[in-house]
């Protein structure tokens, strides 16, 4: 009965693998919505391959095809990719008066991004901010941002005729310490096109303030030269971030991508528009969803993976009330809980738990041990796995070399399988039965 039972499970969890033909298939046409996209073409030839490796030979999940499923490992990876680390939107500015230096080339929005952040700074953070143009080629650029200013409410370095870019950059550190600003941004001159005299002058004044931050704002619109731009502002000045702006466009914004590839610098924020309220955090779900313009599939893929998730648990618990409790169930369990974080993640959650937690990870047994034990179950046959009882001395020695551990790694795993399957049957029993109550909610 439990080999007919463990036959269905498998079933239910996959109808195959992805074949390596069903990926490239389907990979083609992700190629193309990235190009479309405009993400530059050596950025989308690399992700592309990436994930070639990755889906070759994952399970589909049933009443999904596999093109539906490359999609979706596609957008997860994606994701990834796109996300980085750290806090999204989060900056640098503790210890005043924090540097913040703004550099791209010109028409990508800088001097908008500048008054959007300094008003999002001062409405959100509390923080008091000083604002200056080092635009000295184009006086009408200085102007626009103290008229910016002026509608935020932040202030903006009076303007000295004259002035050399490393010369504003100095007043404007010593303003902002002396009238006790938390923050100081500095909004760089840009050129139409890279130029050795914009990147020397902006390597000054880096080197006159040691900007905390130094945020590079592109063009989301702008596609292939978006790649080349990035580049050269990280090797020459070093950036900490970049802010994409005019999202609000029909592009899709592959530049998102390309910027994450090229510098491995996060993408901190997002411009939505003219106005000074216009700028949001950077939501790699939603960018992702745009760039690969496949929402309905990722969707439809989504859905399926829940209704099979909920169908798992519930055969899982009828299983349990039962007293049923096998090799199938337990990699389902371990599985489920390397997903909500490994055990210190689970254990994070429950009240009371997080010292434990903290134990967990301090004595390694974490997601590592999870994966192991994974491993193990899965160099198990079917068979095996449906009856641990036939786990004899050479089976278990074939199992342990398989998934590259030691017998006494498979002991413990099957001492941790009776122990569940011990508790199940107490819990099973009688009318009381825990896992009675539990399915009958
Ligand atoms: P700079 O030369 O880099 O300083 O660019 P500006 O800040 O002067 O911006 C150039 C133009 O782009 C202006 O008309 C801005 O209003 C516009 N702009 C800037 N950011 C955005 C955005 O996120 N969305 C849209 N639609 N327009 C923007
Ligand atoms: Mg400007």
Avoid at 69 to 82: E, N, R, S, T
Avoid at 158 to 169: D, M
Avoid at 270 to 280: N, S, T, W
């Amino acid at each position: 009965l439990s080999e007919r039972l463990s036959g269905v499970f498998d079933r239910l969890t996959k109808q195959g693998a992805l074949s390596d033909e069903d990926v490239k298939t389907a990979l083609r046409e992700v190629r193309v919505a990235l190009l479309e996209a405009d993400v530059s073409l050596p950025v989308a030839r690399d992700f592309v391959n990436a994930v070639q490796e990755k889906a070759t030979g994952q399970a589909v999940t049933k009443s999904i095809t596999p093109g539906q499923q490359v999609v979706k490992i596609v957008h997860d990876a994606l994701i990834d990719v796109l996300k980085g680390e750290g806090e999204p939107g989060a900056l640098k500015i503790d210890n005043a008066p924090a540097p913040i230096l703004m550099v791209g080339l010109q028409g990508s929005g800088k001097t908008t991004t500048t008054a959007k952040l300094a008003k999002r700074l001062k409405d959100r953070d509390g923080k008091r901010v000083l604002m200056a143009s080092l635009d000295v080629n184009r006086p009408a650029a200085m102007e626009q941002l103290a008229i910016l200013g002026m509608q935020i409410g932040v202030d903006t370095l009076p303007i000295v005729k004259g002035e050399t870019p490393v010369q504003i950059a100095k007043r404007t550190k010593t303003q902002a310490s002396l009238g006790g600003y938390d923050v100081y941004m500095l909004d760089t001159a840009g050129r139409l096109s890279i130029d050795e005299e914009l990147m020397a002058q902006v390597e000054q004044v880096r080197d006159i303030v040691s900007p905390r931050e130094t945020l590079l704002v592109v063009d989301g619109l702008t596609g292939q030269d978006a790649v080349q731009t990035a580049e050269n502002f990280n090797t020459r000045i070093g950036i900490s971030g970049v802010v994409l702006t005019r999202m609000d466009g029909d592009g899709r914004g592959g530049a998102a991508l390309s910027m994450r590839a090229v510098t491995g610098k996060p993408i901190k924020f997002v411009g939505l528009g003219e106005k000074m309220d216009a700028l949001e955090t950077f939501e790699p779900e939603r960018v992702a969803g745009r760039i690969l313009g496949m929402g309905d599939i990722v969707a439809l893929v989504e859905k399926a993976q829940e209704t099979i998730e909920a169908e798992q648990a519930e055969r899982m618990m009828k299983r349990m009330a039962k007293g049923m409790f096998n090799m199938n169930d337990l990699k389902m369990q371990l599985e489920q809980m390397l997903k909500m974080g490994g055990m210190q993640g689970m254990m994070g959650m429950m009240p009371g738990m997080g010292k434990m937690a903290k134990q967990i990870s301090d004595a390694g047994l974490d997601d590592k041990i999870l994966k192991q034990q994974i491993a193990l179950i899965n160099s198990m046959t079917k068979k095996e796995r449906a009856n641990p009882a036939l786990l004899q001395a050479s089976r278990k020695k074939r199992i342990a070399k398989g998934a590259g551990m030691e017998v006494s790694d498979v002991n413990k795993l099957m001492k941790m399988q009776r122990q569940m399957s011990d508790m199940m049957k107490k819990m099973g029993k009688g009318k009381g039965g825990m896992m009675k109550a539990a399915m009958k909610q």
